[in-house]
């Protein structure tokens, strides 16, 4: 199937975690000029960019900072020009469980400022692109969670920060129309997936089996499963008329128990 991806200049924070590698991945294969912007990892980026080193383009920021991600913009569009998508992916979650009782202001802050306000300042830096380099078509994809929708107890930072991603997206469809006359603002948000962010979780098999508890799928999402979604609203050709909706991608998950431990891990 075309996406027609090809040559559209990609613009993804949190490029170097799980979900960001294999969306530069597959961007790259459509024949995309990415610019990726990581943190404090950046082997796995340095293997692709000496396999793609004309359509790869590596830039460190933290999107906390204001300062760093206008950095990020301007050598984005000084290496390939106007960003026509920006994927804001970028994220944080506390690995251990804490009630808000016992939550730190410092941890509630630093997981909204990485997680909102770096959705904010994403989304802002590729409206002021599109102003200064009009032109029709536009995409913003906001990476959310199923925490942001149906909560998560002992990780409130986090769900609140994720579900702040809706009043973000609900809004901007309304403004990017007004710079770029078919922009959309879409958000996915993935469920359960197997990446560096969910490892220590995933790998405690009593945590496992009671996530697999609400999937109806029984399984944990792949990278590439939430991957295939972020391309779909990447795409103008596949998704050219969509805007203002969150596509789940989380095996069914409906945020209840739906199986019993002995019935949730599948032989
Ligand atoms: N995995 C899941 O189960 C799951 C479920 C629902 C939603 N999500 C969401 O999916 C997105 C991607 O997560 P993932 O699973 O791929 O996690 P991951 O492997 O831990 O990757 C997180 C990415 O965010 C980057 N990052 C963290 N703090 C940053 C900062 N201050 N400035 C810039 N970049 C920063 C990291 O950069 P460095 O590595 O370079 O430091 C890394 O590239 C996140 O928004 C996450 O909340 C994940």
């Excluded at 969910?198 to 508890?213: P, T, Y």
């Excluded at 999937?215 to 991957?227: E, G, H, N, Y």
């Amino acid at each position: 199937m075309k996406t027609g991806l090809i040559n559209k200049h990609v613009l993804i924070t949190g490029a170097s975690g799980g979900i960001g590698i294999q969306t530069v991945k597959s961007l790259l294969k459509e024949r995309s000029e990415v610019s990726a912007c990581y943190h404090t990892r950046r082997r796995q980026l340095n293997q692709l960019s000496d396999k793609y080193p004309d359509s790869l383009n590596l830039v460190k920021a933290d999107v906390k900072h204001e300062d760093e991600v206008a950095a990020l913009y301007e050598s984005a569009v000084s290496r390939f020009g106007r960003v026509d998508v920006s994927i804001a992916n970028a994220g944080i979650a506390n690995a251990t469980p804490v009630g808000i009782h016992e939550m730190t202001v410092e941890q509630w802050d630093n997981t909204l400022r990485v997680n909102l306000r770096g959705a904010f300042l994403t989304a802002k830096y590729f409206f002021k692109n599109l102003e200064d380099n009009p032109d029709e078509d536009a995409s913003l994809i906001l990476v959310g969670s199923t925490a942001g929708v149906f909560g998560e107890a002992w990780f409130a930072d986090y769900s609140t920060s994720k579900a702040g991603m809706t009043g973000l997206m609900m809004s901007l469809k309304n403004e990017i129309v007004q710079i770029a006359p078919r922009g959309r603002v879409n958000i996915v948000n993935p469920g359960w997936t197997s990446t560096p962010m969910a490892e220590e979780a995933l790998e405690d098999r009593n945590r496992l089996s009671s996530i697999l508890q609400t999937i109806p799928m029984r399984k944990v999402a792949t990278p590439s499963d939430i991957t295939n979604a972020i391309l779909y609203l990447a795409s103008d050709t596949l998704s050219g008329h969509v805007s203002g909706q969150t596509i789940t991608v989380a095996g069914g998950m409906e945020g209840r128990v739906l199986f019993s431990k002995e019935d949730a891990v599948r032989d």
